[in-house]
């Protein structure tokens, strides 16, 4: 009797351990590949665009699916509706009430529309502006607004770098202004493409400091700026980009 007790005892003592183990550190936590198994495939262009698109959205959106961590991402956009086509485009006008010329700008409304002036559309880099919106779909869904989010916005600004340096194309659309190009590179340079994760051999100190410069450089530029913006800097030695790991830690 007293033998099964001290087994019993020991059992219990040996399970109590195993809960109490610490879980896998920020630089280690791996995602199961087992995810992408769930996530849609073979997506084409009128998967993802309504009816009624511009083909040159069409051609942007076949550029982004054609590209590994384009099409990934859109995998994760097309889960968010698997059975109808959701994204929607409209032209934001001018004073004359045509899509309005003077400044190029994109930004995700919800609900699967996604809003663009007219000078967009010449822009030879425009599927890199795409793909920043698809990141915002990704970031937010479609069952409530997008938040006004300093530290989500610059999560896209990384994402869309990542994915214009993937294509090795001399040409590249600024993000944000050009004075940002060089604080967003260094950023970039603290992470591992392959994970989402620290590169080697970077210190969370080193990359802390970057990915602060980066957050006070978007956070002074309007329309971040703004009264309705949240400056959600993350938490030191936490992880400001979820959604960025979810995209880049299966990419291998």
Same mark, same amino acid.
């Given at each position: 009797m007293k033998t099964c007790k001290f087994i019993l005892l020991f059992v219990l003592l040996v399970s109590c351990w195993n809960c109490a183990e610490p879980e896998l550190g920020f630089e280690e936590k791996v995602l199961p590949d087992a995810e992408l198994n769930f996530l849609p495939e073979n997506i084409r262009v009128m998967d993802l665009l309504a009816p009624g698109y511009l083909d040159a959205w069409g051609d942007a959106t076949f550029t982004i699916l054609n590209n590994s961590i384009g099409n990934k991402l859109l995998r994760y956009v097309k889960a968010l509706s698997p059975n109808r086509a959701f994204i929607r485009f409209e032209a934001i006008p001018g004073e004359d009430g045509l899509p309005d010329m003077s400044k190029e700008e994109?930004?995700?409304?919800?609900?699967?529309?996604? !809003?663009?002036?007219?000078?967009?559309? &010449?822009?030879?880099?425009?599927?890199?502006?795409?793909? +920043?919106?698809?990141? +915002?779909?990704?970031?937010?869904?479609?069952? !409530?607004?997008? !938040?006004? #989010?300093? &530290? &989500? /916005?610059?999560?896209?600004?990384?994402?869309?770098?990542?994915?214009?340096? #993937?294509? #090795?194309?001399?040409?590249?659309?600024?993000?944000?202004? !050009?004075?940002?190009?060089?604080?967003?590179?260094?950023?970039?340079?603290?992470?591992?493409?392959?994970?989402?994760?620290?590169? /080697?051999?970077?210190?969370?100190? /080193?990359? +802390?400091?970057?990915?602060?410069?980066?957050?006070?450089?978007?956070?002074?530029?309007?329309?971040? &700026?703004?009264?309705?913006?949240?400056?959600d800097q993350a938490g030191y030695n936490e992880h400001p980009f979820p959604k960025l790991v979810q995209l880049l830690n299966q990419h291998l």
């Open positions: 994109m930004a995700y409304a919800g609900s699967g529309l996604i !809003r663009y002036t007219g000078k967009v559309l &010449n822009n030879d880099c425009k599927d890199e502006l795409l793909f +920043h919106e698809f990141f +915002h779909v990704f970031q937010n869904g479609i069952e !409530r607004p997008p !938040r006004k #989010s300093v &530290n &989500n /916005e610059q999560e896209a600004c990384l994402a869309q770098y990542l994915y214009s340096d #993937s294509k #090795s194309s001399s040409y590249f659309a600024v993000v944000i202004d !050009r004075d940002f190009r060089p604080i967003l590179v260094a950023l970039a340079s603290c992470i591992d493409k392959r994970t989402g994760y620290l590169k /080697e051999g970077i210190s969370y100190d /080193e990359f +802390h400091e970057k990915y602060v410069a980066a957050l006070d450089f978007i956070a002074k530029t309007p329309p971040y &700026n703004g009264s309705d913006w949240m400056r």
